[in-house]
């Protein structure tokens, strides 16, 4: 019992070091290069396995990016939160986080269009699981957009933050993608600032 217990861990530890290796290869490819021509083949020539063993770590290449966007997202929620404090007044935690998504998608370009680039094989429906980490960050928005609107509940105020989120993200990728005209980044944060103060006050004046 004792010898099926060790080879049991033994085990566990070594399918933990390749889900690891073959995580580490994807993360790399997809920072480096986005999602385009990602090859379950290419990751698992990186991770040093075969690709059979790349599907016995992840059951498919959606659950690989899925694991390697859920990272992803865990870094925007640290990084646009970075110099939110609760001590700011709902209009400059507003401001502080579009700010921060912006350096974000600057920063991390290729992770940060991984999350939005990338669509699951035959429509399968997207895991809970990513879904509620999806909306846990959406919920960073919430809590100062409340204080600008306190009669609103929580339902209500998502709503907002994601038409919130959808201005802001959309003034960003088109600049990125240097879509009609681009603008440098120092300009396009002035300009961001007063959309978010615009819209901040607007939501104050229907209060």
Known sequence: MFNYLVNVMKQD?????????VFDAAFQRIQEDGLNGLRARDIAKDAGCSLGSLYNA???LDDLILNVNSRVLEMLQEHISSNVGKEQNAEEALVNLAVN???????????????FGHTMQD????PDWYTEQTNATFLTLVAPLLKLRPELDEAQAFILVRTLFSAVHGIITIN???????I???MLEIQLVDFVHTYAEGLKNKA
């Open 101 to 115: 998504y912006m350096n974000f998608a600057y920063l991390h370009y290729n992770l940060w269009t991984s999350l």
């Open 13 to 21: 530890e070594k399918r933990g070091l390749l889900k690891q290796k």
């Open 123 to 126: 429509n399968a429906p997207i």
């Open 184 to 186: 440098p980044k120092d």
């Open 58 to 60: 992840y059951q498919d």
């Open 176 to 182: 990125l993608q240097e879509r009609f005209i681009s």
